[in-house]
């Protein structure tokens, strides 16, 4: 009947249309990434241009501030805050030297408990532990 063979062309058509894809297929994609690059590139180049980097004859004039305005002075902050770190460090030394020296309270001695320092056995280096000094040998 026509109709089937219509349908049947039209089947053996539409599969080798598919196979036609699939070898093109690697080729297309490839010509799709360079279309990308080179859009991405010319883009990259587009912002370049708007921003004036490539108008600039003064590389330093480009420089990023990070103050919080463009009239702050680097050398200026940076020699301000090493003054300040050498006024901290003078104070909190002096600080330190003055709590040091004056006078603290001393705590009394404990009393001396029977179950303290029980020695059933003399140690081998002495009567007194090993970096004790509780009996003078001299």
């Known amino acids: 009947s026509p109709s089937r063979h219509h349908s049947r062309s039209l089947f053996v058509l539409t599969c080798r249309q598919a196979r ?3 070898k093109e297929a690697p080729r297309e994609r ?3 990434r360079q279309t990308t690059i080179v859009m991405a590139a010319a883009r990259y180049g ?3 241009l708007l921003r004036g980097g490539a108008l600039r004859s003064n590389p ?3 420089k990023r501030s990070f103050s919080s305005s463009p009239l702050h002075d680097d050398a200026h902050e940076t020699a301000k805050w ?3 770190t050498y006024a901290g460090i003078v104070t909190c030394t002096v ?3 003055y709590n040091l020296s004056q006078d603290h309270p001393h705590h009394p001695e404990p009393p001396a408990y029977q179950y303290l320092h029980v020695r ?3 140690f081998p280096w002495g009567p007194d532990g ?3 000094r509780k009996h003078a040998e001299h």
């Open 95 to 97: 600080l330190s030297i």
């Open 130 to 132: 090993l970096f004790e």
């Open 120 to 122: 059933n056995k003399e």
């Open 30 to 32: 490839a010509r799709r």
């Open 82 to 84: 090493e003054k300040i």
């Open 20 to 22: 036609t894809d699939r």
């Open 60 to 62: 330093a004039a480009g």
């Open 46 to 48: 587009l912002r370049v």
